[in-house]
């Protein structure tokens, strides 16, 4: 069993080390949407421990986009972003403290489309 989990992990690990910084926030956001579904899923299944820690992972990589952001760039955008960031990661604190399903797919949503944009951004540069 041990063997199996190292390969899946390794595999991570390697396509982590290797991804680019655009690649590394897409992963992020990634993350983050499977981890609000999942999380309500759990939700749904009434398995509120089990929710509450995928909804704090989320919240973790909430976290992690807004602090990468690179604030020195003079434009509106960052800020924007941070804004944005800190919407989401409350949102995601009052989600999961209320059990609020509609709210945290709100939080996944807003993610999604994020991640669309930032897919679409990436690939013109």
């Known amino acids: 069993m041990k063997m199996y989990q190292k390969k899946p992990d390794q595999y991570l690990k390697n396509q982590v080390m290797s ?3 655009n690649k590394l ?7 983050g949407i499977k981890n609000i579904r ?3 899923l759990a939700l749904e299944m009434k398995q509120v421990v089990k929710a509450g820690e995928y909804f704090i992972k989320a919240q973790d990589i909430v976290s ?6 690179n604030s020195e760039i003079e434009s509106e ?3 924007q972003l941070i804004q944005l960031y800190d ?5 995601l604190v009052i989600g999961n403290v209320d059990q609020d399903i509609q709210v945290l797919q709100d939080v996944q949503k807003m993610l999604t489309e994020l ?10 540069q």
Do not use: C, H
């Open 115 to 124: 991640l669309e944009t930032w897919k679409e951004l990436t690939e013109q």
């Open 77 to 79: 955008i960052p800020d």
């Open 25 to 31: 926030i897409e992963m992020l956001m990634e993350a």
């Open 87 to 91: 919407f989401m990661y409350n949102q």
């Open 64 to 69: 992690e986009l807004r602090y990468s952001i």
């Open 38 to 40: 999942l999380g309500v």
């Open 19 to 21: 991804a680019s910084p």
